[in-house]
């Protein structure tokens, strides 16, 4: 079974930097879509961004568009994502998840429990 592990999470200043990670073991974790999540206090978890198997199709939620990047390394079975530019509204646990593939993915379908995510704070 596979195990996802997000790191990378810490406080960070509005219009800073930072990058996430998430590290995947136990699987074939070419062979599927990654994604990104995230769930802020009082809100639904909501999809970041995702990435498919190649990284030829990457798709972002409106709010995060220009700003964040996602990315995959298929030889070290980890995938990024980059916040640039972070605001106070991105502030969230952030969780990664896999997808059957990028379509399915997009309708909010994952294959995993969800893990212990990483919590991103940024301040005004």
């Known amino acids: 079974q596979v195990q996802l592990v997000e790191s990378g999470g810490g ?5 800073g930097s930072l990058r996430l990670s998430c590290a995947a073991s136990g699987g074939t974790f070419s ?6 999540f995230r769930q802020a206090s009082g809100k639904e ?3 970041v961004a995702l990435i498919s198997t190649s990284a030829g199709i990457t ?3 409106d709010s995060v568009k220009g700003r964040f990047t996602i990315s995959r390394d298929n030889a070290k ?3 990024y994502l980059q916040m640039d530019g972070p605001k106070p509204e991105d502030t969230a646990l952030y969780y990664c998840n896999e997808g059957r593939n990028w379509y399915s993915m997009s309708r909010g379908n994952v294959l995993n429990a969800w893990g212990q995510g990483t919590l991103v704070t940024v301040s005004s």
């Open 11 to 15: 406080l960070v200043q509005a219009g």
């Open 31 to 36: 062979a599927y879509a990654m994604g990104w």
């Open 45 to 47: 978890r909501e999809l």
């Open 59 to 61: 798709i972002y939620a």
């Open 77 to 79: 079975n980890t995938m």
